[in-house]
């Protein structure tokens, strides 16, 4: 088990950085287009605001907890080895059930997005639409990737409570 957490968790801090690294790219960006009167970027800076948010905080999170989980994981697992499999299990088997769900939210958000894209008349309102398509791209991305990695670490632990 010790193995398979380390492999999950240093992948998510890994995640996790380059999320906050992209953060800050699109905070370089955000700040080149307030200095714009572009009506079409400006009506993007909202849902780039989000997007921000997700990827500076939610990577912030990832990069930094996930360590720290491990090790304290580790710690229970050398004394307690059936409790930390019982505990990771549960903690996996919620985060694979919200990532699935997430898969499906992330998908129709853009094609709502995508529709109001078509319908919207201003440049304002038709950045904001792309905006939030970037965003629901993002997330949907950000959530593929977190899942992929989990998908094989929560059928180990799966397989090693059923045992």
């Known amino acids: 088990m010790l193995e398979k957490i380390s492999k999950w968790a240093m992948g998510d801090a890994k995640q996790g950085k380059l999320m906050v690294f992209f953060g800050l790219i699109l ?3 955000f700040l080149f287009i307030l200095k ?3 009506p079409f970027y400006r009506g993007a800076l909202i849902p780039m605001a989000f997007t921000m948010l997700v ?3 939610y990577g912030g999170f990832l990069a930094f907890s996930r360590i720290g989980h491990m090790q304290k994981m580790i710690q229970l697992y050398e ?3 059936k409790e930390a499999l019982a505990l ?3 903690k996996a088997a919620v985060d694979h059930r919200n990532y699935s ?4 939210v992330w998908p129709v958000l853009m094609l709502l997005a995508l529709l109001a894209f078509s319908f919207l ?3 304002y309102s038709k950045g904001t639409a792309i905006g939030f398509i970037f965003l629901s791209f993002a997330g ?3 959530d593929s990737y977190l899942h992929q990695r989990l998908i094989p670490y929560w059928a180990y632990l799966k397989k090693q409570v059923e045992d």
Do not use: R
């Open 55 to 57: 990827l500076l905080a």
């Open 79 to 81: 004394n307690s080895p």
């Open 140 to 142: 949907f991305m950000i």
């Open 36 to 38: 714009t009167d572009v």
């Open 121 to 123: 008349k201003t440049d």
């Open 27 to 29: 905070l370089i960006v």
């Open 101 to 104: 769900v997430m898969k499906k």
């Open 88 to 90: 990771e299990y549960k």
